[in-house]
């Protein structure tokens, strides 16, 4: 057994190497791969092929196109601290040539594909036209022999935004020295597909309104959330004839909260004098607030970036949702009543028990009366108690555990009068938190153990029928283990496990017809790392991600398999057939 100096080291030197802002623009990390690693491999191999694991985006059936615009390229060399990349958006001749020929659009899909060679961080980056963001994403580190991957978010519900003029800007926060080469060249492209015909009702909101923050910046448009007291916010005034209003919230977290889920109390590391560490707890929650009050609240997914926990598990199996970050609707038309009064009000974000870094914005999705110039709302019920979190401590000198449960409720109804008829909207959300966090071997090894339960409702009706009821239940388990042996001096060994996944199931029903869909993604990664004076000098991952998608609009699966840079098995299929195989990552969540 270790004496109780030397393993406070360990435990310091573990802890370090996970909370450093891996994904942070500029911010260096620990594991980065040594020179005579990358030198071991062939110089004439051909790159490595990343990518995250999703389910394809295909075009309607009956749907022409696609019509491809390239909208940016540009290498992302020395960027960090310096103005986004942008270059003017001029609408694809193709949208207005299918609208006046009386189509309109079926599918919109951003892509994102970038190729680089030699060594670089992971860097969090993000896509805005007219200041609404499309993409926030990780961009996968590089070797020597380089590596290429892409991005495709399906963004046709910004229908309003690509059919204007505007600009497009990304920000890369990159840095290249002697020893960090790696340049990220990037192309940006639009693609769209048209339906011969109009949609039989639209679907798409007429106007989107960024709330962000506005160029020239050396930043990207995100909000920067410092600390559990930051709150940042934007005040607009909304048109007089919306009838509709959803905010689509963008979250990622960096630097001392990258890892908030594996944050231990703030006594354990005042007793253990280790206050350079990260702490607060290990529950965070997005609050979103209109003025004063609480409209919704985001428990995130705990995305881990592509240089997280241990980088050679992610290679070439990204974590889920690494590329692609998920972002979270909160529909605020009951609250019409309060905007409609052609004032200013204030949109704001602050995160509960907040370490350094957040970065969070939205879009403001509004749908307009195209038939009146005012339409008239009014708040029925609003319920928002505050947040209920409980922390059971309990620990004697690194050794410890500490179970944290959080629970919070919030519901809203309002009414509005429009050319429409009067319409009552209710949405609700009912969310739950469990996270274990136990030390033990004297503090050289934790394991973290964690469910997110979130459920939410929408329920639309006017007088005579029900509009829209739909019901969306998301489930995120966390599993991670993580454990330093063999110190010697600055070198050591790591042991990691991870076990994540979404488990997402949606039933609507209404006017616009019947949807549904049930997704189980869960991916399970174990590795080694040789630590050397807090370079990777070797190691081991391997990967295992089965994807289940089934729906109304189709199905698909996946199960692939990684070790290391290679596939040793994949197999997928978009059969919805009951026999399509079905075995999954198990997770031991007690």
């Not at 977290?253 to 280790?274: K, L, Q, R, V």
Request: charged residues 15%.
């Amino acid at each position: 057994m270790a004496s109780p100096a030397a393993a406070a080291l360990t435990h310091f030197l573990l802890l370090a190497l996970l909370v450093l802002p891996f994904a942070a623009a500029g911010a260096p990390h620990r594991h980065r791969i040594p020179s005579r690693h990358l030198a071991s491999l062939n110089a004439s191999a051909p790159p490595t092929t990343f990518f995250e694991v999703d389910r394809p985006i295909r075009p309607p059936l009956g749907s022409g196109g696609p019509c491809s615009t390239l909208l940016l390229s540009h290498p992302f060399g020395s960027t960090y601290g310096r103005p986004p990349v942008t270059a003017a958006y001029a609408p694809p001749e193709c949208l207005a040539a299918a609208r006046a020929g009386g189509g309109s659009l079926a599918l919109a899909v951003l892509e994102w594909s970038a190729d680089c060679r030699g060594r670089q961080f992971d860097r969090i980056f993000g896509v805005w036209l007219s200041g609404a963001e499309l993409l926030r994403s990780c961009t996968a580190e590089p070797r020597a022999t380089g590596i290429v991957w892409s991005v495709s978010r399906d963004v046709t519900r910004h229908a309003a935004l690509l059919a204007e003029p505007g600009e497009v800007a990304v920000y890369l926060g990159n840095l290249i020295d002697q020893t960090y080469t790696g340049v990220y060249h990037v192309n940006l492209t639009l693609h769209l597909y048209f339906h011969p015909a109009p949609p039989p009702l639209t679907q798409q909101a007429d106007l989107i309104v960024p709330i962000s923050r506005s160029l020239p910046l050396n930043d990207g448009q995100w909000f920067a959330i410092q600390n559990s007291t930051d709150v940042q916010s934007k005040s607009l005034a909304i048109p007089s004839n919306t009838y509709r209003a959803v905010l689509e919230v963008f979250v990622s977290f960096h630097g001392s909260d990258e890892f908030w889920y594996t944050n231990p109390p703030n006594e354990y590391i005042e007793a253990n004098n280790m206050s350079s560490l990260p702490g607060n707890g290990a529950f965070r929650e997005v609050v979103v607030k209109v003025d004063e009050d609480v409209v919704g609240a985001v428990w995130p997914f705990t995305v881990i970036y592509t240089g997280g926990i241990n980088p050679l598990l992610w290679r070439p199996i990204t974590g889920i949702g690494s590329f692609n970050l998920p972002t979270y609707d909160i529909d605020i038309t009951p609250f019409l009543g309060k905007l409609l009064d052609g004032k200013e009000h204030k949109f704001g974000f602050g995160v509960t028990n907040a370490l350094d870094v957040w970065y969070i914005d939205a879009n403001l999705h509004l749908w307009l009366d195209h038939k009146s110039k005012k339409t008239v709302a009014s708040l029925v019920s609003y319920d928002a108690p505050p947040l209920v979190l409980d922390v059971k401590s309990g620990f004697s000198g690194l050794d410890g555990k500490f179970v944290t449960h959080a629970s919070r409720h919030i519901s809203a109804t309002g009414r509005v009068k429009s050319s429409h008829g009067e319409v009552t909207t209710t949405f609700n959300q009912r969310l739950s938190y469990a996270n274990s966090n136990v030390y033990t071997t004297n503090g050289t090894v934790q394991v973290v153990n964690q469910t997110i339960d979130a459920k939410s409702g929408t329920f639309v009706k006017d007088a005579s029928a029900v509009l829209l009821s739909e019901e969306v239940h998301k489930v995120f388990p966390l599993y991670i283990y993580t454990g330093t042996s063999d110190q010697v001096g600055d070198e050591y060994s790591l042991v990691s496990l991870v076990k994540l996944g979404v488990n997402d199931k949606m039933v609507s029903g209404g006017k616009l017809g019947f949807s549904y869909h049930s997704l189980r993604n869960s991916q399970s990664a174990r590795g080694t790392m040789r630590v050397k004076k807090n370079l990777v000098v070797g190691g081991l991952g391997k990967t295992h991600q089965v994807y289940k998608y089934m729906g109304t609009d189709g199905c698909y699966f996946r199960d692939v398999s990684s070790r290391n840079y290679t596939i040793t098995a994949d197999k997928s299929g978009d059969s919805c057939s009951k026999r399509s195989p079905s075995s999954g990552v198990e997770f031991s969540l007690q």
